[in-house]
């Protein structure tokens, strides 16, 4: 009686079959919420043989930012047989899987290749894109709007003949498009295949939303952990840096004093004797101190900034006249070069001032042995608001695995430094609206400081 009532209700046993299968989809696109996964089961579900609905499948995801749709994958039936079968032999509680050989095998096919670097352009005139994307309805390439649509002819290029493409709908959006065909047995797509598709199109457009809230919710959830972790690790350095600071304070007074006395007892002690030179070893360490604790305490300080009217060339002309000893000591030549332009800027003079004469007085520690300091103003463009300014140097350069830490506090390569000039200089300067940045050059190295300016003229 069962074997006579299939026979005569064939189109019941196939509604059967497709809700049997559309339901083990359904379980396969709950399987994962891996977007890569998600999208090589999607696609190697409709091509698989053993659904016998399409031979070759492509997707394209909606990208908001520069409003196209993408090309994400491609999957032909030579490419898709290897679906497992996980759950039993019970179709109802049965789903998919695909190992990752067979993603690696597909993401790797030329065909696959090509798809990923499509885009269309979801602003075109194209009548299959509007239909699909704001319509959001499927779409026949042998529609009559189709004929003579570059896009359309775009698309039927790719896919090599007749295709069919359905919108993936999320939450009353587009997200994407899945575009199916038949290129190896160039048969018709039935009106059942293409009811089946876009049933199967409403649970995959979910299923990859679903996958990219995840991933969002992950991807912030990272984000968060990181900022926190940074957070902590903040208020570690701001404790330990107020110690410091305190420390600092605390030692400077009786520094002060020894230094004093030490200095009066050098006075007193004839030259060239035993404890002379132990005396002037006595002052010339606590002087060093001091300026290390004097660093220590600039750094730490909360930085207050009175802004004002300021001259950058009378800025770097008076660094270079108060290091004229130091440039006669040194045997380095300068030169200090700049247009006949306002280089006014909003800041305060004093701090810039002490940007300057750190990065001169590095350049002097470079070159122990006499070089060329060159210094110069300009701007960044001929119609910039900003300043440039060069230090440059013929001391050999920095060794480039130090380049990146160069501005971190307490890093130097000085065997008598802090580790402090750059890290304050680097901070006056962000204080002041503007960037600083070092690079090797043939003969040394040379800082950039690029200010915004407050009265300037186009040339």
Known sequence: MQIHDSLQHPETDNRLSELTLLYQFSNTLLSTIRLNKLTHLILTALTTPSSNLFERAILFLRNEKSNVLQGMLGVSRHLSDGLQIVGGPDALGSRWDISDDIISRQRSDEFCMQVRLTRIDIDTACPLIHQVVFDRTLCHSDDTLCQECPTCLFVRQLCGGAFAAVPLVARETTIGMIVVDNPDSAREISTANVNFLQLFANQAGMAIENSMLYNRIEDAHLNLRDARERLLHGERLAAIGEMAANLAHELKNPLITIGGFAGRLLKTLPAKTREHQYADTIVTEVSRLEKMLAEILAFSRKPTICFSRCDLEEIVRECLASCAT????????????????????????????????????????????????????????????????????????????????????????????????????????????????VKNTKQGAAFRIVLPLTEYNET
Do not use: Y
């Open 326 to 437: 130091t440039f006669e000591d040194h045997n380095i030549k300068v030169s200090f070069s700049c247009d006949s332009l306002p280089w006014v800027v909003s800041g305060d003079s004093h701090q810039l001032k002490q940007v300057f004469l750190n990065l001169i007085l590095n350049s002097c520690d470079a070159m122990p042995e006499g070089g060329d300091l060159i210094l110069n103003l300009a701007k960044v463009s001929p119609k910039s608001r900003s300043v440039c300014a060069t230090v440059e140097d013929t001391g050999g350069g920095i060794p480039k695995e130090m380049l990146p830490q160069i501005f971190n506090p307490f890093f130097t390569t000085k065997h008598h430094g802090t580790g402090l000039g750059l890290a304050i200089a680097n901070r006056i300067v962000l204080n002041h609206f503007g960037t600083i940045e």
